[in-house]
């Protein structure tokens, strides 16, 4: 079984930067496309970055510019660099890897982190 740990989510002010980072654990697997997502209170939870597992980036529209995704394969790790922070990018973070699990049986699926909290306020 694969697990992943979110970790360095706080409390920020607007303009601030926070770094996070996420990594799995376990044995026998190996981790595809990364990446994370967020979820606001009352709102659908909605793509913030993605990056493969060769480094191809994507990112969603209200991040552009501001966010930067990375991975290092060798320690299963994806990051998400956040600067120029905003109250509106205040959410619970959650980590996403398309995992393929080889078994036996062999198997591919999504796993997710339990997720860490962002707030940006004054």
């Known amino acids: 079984q694969v697990q992943l740990v979110e970790s360095g989510g706080g409390l920020v002010q607007p303009g601030g930067s926070l770094r996070l980072s996420c990594t799995a654990s376990?044995?026998?697997?190996?981790?595809?496309?990364m990446g994370w997502y967020r979820q606001a209170p009352g709102k659908q939870r909605e793509l913030v970055a993605t990056i493969s597992g060769g480094g191809t980036t994507n990112y969603g529209d209200s991040v552009k510019g501001r966010f930067t995704i990375s991975r290092d394969n060798a320690k299963n790790t994806v990051y998400l660099q956040m600067n120029s922070l905003q109250p509106e990018d205040t959410a619970a973070y959650y980590c996403?890897?398309?995992?393929?699990?080889?078994?036996?049986?062999?198997?591919?699926?999504?796993?997710w982190g339990q997720g860490t909290q962002v707030t940006v306020s004054s």
């Open positions: 376990g044995s026998g697997f190996r981790l595809n496309a």
């Open positions: 996403n890897a398309d995992t393929v699990i080889y078994g036996p049986p062999y198997r591919r699926l999504p796993t």
